[in-house]
């Protein structure tokens, strides 16, 4: 499936009374979504302990 079928495909699955706003926000989620998915499956993860203590870092 191509980009451009993979984004109707979702376009279509969102309810008729979406706003852009909401499409583009799908969009943009999907994206990063995909961006974390590949980076993760060519080693560039971070382990979920460094994760949870980066963000503990940036809440105090």
Known sequence: MTIKEAAKH?????PDEVTLDDIIHALYIRAKC???????????GVP?????KRLRKRAR
Do not use: N, Y
């Open 10 to 14: 979702m376009i279509d699955a969102l």
């Open 48 to 52: 979920h302990k460094s994760a949870r």
């Open 34 to 44: 995909e961006r974390g998915e590949r980076e993760i499956r060519a080693g560039r």
